[in-house]
């Protein structure tokens, strides 16, 4: 199958156009062992906008309520809200209907809610479920728990020595067995972002449905779910400067119509008797309890924060910091990036020869720049490079050149103190 590449090239655009954005952070503000936060570790948690956190002042001071039957004013308010959070993801995704969209804690969430609903029900011993070297634990785990269970094998794609996955070898694992396949959209230990339209479209070739996990992606490139044609598409809002304990599962009406539900309880019930319980329409099938009630509207403002400043935008403006990042980075003696692929998203995972990755956070922190090190829930990615951990740095439309110097200088820093 040929590969197209569909990414947005680099071009060149003023880097000071997306500066008026980095105000509106007030914990960029912060200093950090008397040094300016320099905060490098988007990947693990975005920071919030001053508008998310009035949103959720104004939501906690004004208008909060449980959701859901109450007929008095603010119980109607606070459901109106939250179901228009649900609108605006359904419009941030282009997912046809808004009961497509389910609130979850979060990708973890998302993705075990899958695996039960779907998993669980549909998937059998013998059959196979395919996965990446590239995932995330939590796109790893629930399925070994479901192969455990059931019988199921789980079969990897494998990738190469740049980070990018090998599609021939994707397309060979397909067989009569194959009932599903969990895809990371861009790997969050390495940055690569993944062919998954031209993916998505080879299994549906064979009939089988295909899991995203869009938790690194969602914040810096923008998805079409219809035009990705994907089944079920999973992210977390504390990734796209929301607040956590908040994420989202798309999932296409008549795969969630088909599926059991994950949690049993309130509002996911039509009717309960001892004798038979009968479940609620979609979403509120998949949403037992009270949910994150004002965690999801300000996931909503946060969607519309981003959505005024335009997804390609934020693309572009990140792949510039990127390529300056990694120029620079390539020019420091003893440093290796891990991950090149062609693909990628503003994120830089690197090593420096003869010092161990904690020490180069511990030491960059003393600089008050905030970078994640460790295997980055990324285990089987470490291992395919025979590497214990890196540092990672990675970046959003609120930094800036400057604080890729001060990362540069950092490590310089570091390799002194060390070498
Ligand atoms: N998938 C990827 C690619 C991630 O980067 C993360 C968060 N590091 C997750 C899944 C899990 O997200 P959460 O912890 O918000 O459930």
Avoid at 109 to 121: A, C, F, Q
Avoid at 204 to 216: C, E, K, R, S
């Amino acid at each position: 199958m040929k590969i197209i590449d569909t990414s947005i090239q680099p071009r060149k655009i003023q880097t000071n156009s997306m500066e008026k954005f980095r105000a509106d952070f007030p914990i960029l503000k912060l200093k950090i062992n008397d040094k300016p936060l320099i905060y490098l570790d988007s990947a693990a948690s975005s920071q919030m906008p001053q508008v998310v956190i009035d949103r959720l002042v104004h939501y906690q001071t004004a208008q909060h309520a449980n959701i859901n039957r109450a007929v008095y004013y603010l119980s109607e308010i606070a459901t109106s809200e939250y179901e228009g959070a649900r609108h605006k993801l359904q419009k941030f995704i282009n997912a046809r209907e808004d009961r497509e969209v389910i609130f979850t804690s979060g990708t973890t969430d998302s993705i075990n809610l899958v695996m039960h609903g779907y998993g669980r029900k549909f998937i059998k011993a013998g059959d196979e479920i395919i996965l990446t070297t590239l995932e995330h634990h939590s796109n790893i785990v629930p399925w070994q728990m479901l192969a455990e269970e059931t019988g199921a094998k789980i079969r990897i794609v494998p990738i190469n020595d740049k980070g990018e996955l090998l599609i021939d070898a994707y397309e060979k694992l397909f067989n009569k067995r194959t009932k599903f396949v969990g895809l990371i959209h861009v790997s969050n230990a390495l940055g690569t972002i993944n062919p998954i339209k031209q993916m998505i479209a080879f299994a549906h070739l064979h009939h089988v449905p295909v899991l995203i996990d869009g938790a690194q992606a969602a914040p810096h490139i923008k998805v079409d779910v219809q035009d990705l044609d994907c089944d079920f598409y999973a992210f977390s809002a504390h990734k796209l400067c929301g607040p956590t304990g908040v994420g989202m599962l798309y999932g296409k009406a008549a795969q969630l119509e088909a599926m059991q539900p994950f949690k049993g309880g309130g509002d996911m019930i039509a009717s309960v008797t001892f004798e038979k319980t009968t479940y609620n329409v979609i979403p509120h099938k998949f949403e037992a309890g009270t949910p994150p009630i004002a965690a999801a509207i300000g996931f909503g403002a946060a969607i519309d924060y981003l959505s005024t400043i335009g997804m390609d935008k934020i693309h572009l403006y990140e792949l510039d910091l990127l390529n300056y990042a990694t120029e620079l980075i390539n020019d420091i003696p003893g440093v290796h990036i891990v991950g090149n692929a062609i693909n990628k998203t503003a994120v830089l995972s690197f090593v420096v020869d003869g010092i161990h990755p904690h020490d180069i956070g511990t030491l960059l922190n003393q600089e008050g720049i905030a970078v994640r090190t460790g295997h980055h829930c990324a285990q089987p990615v470490m291992q395919r490079f025979n590497i214990p951990a890196t540092s990672r740095a990675s970046f959003a439309f609120y930094n800036n050149k400057l604080e890729v110097d001060a990362l540069i200088a950092g490590i310089r820093k570091v390799q002194k103190v060390f070498l």
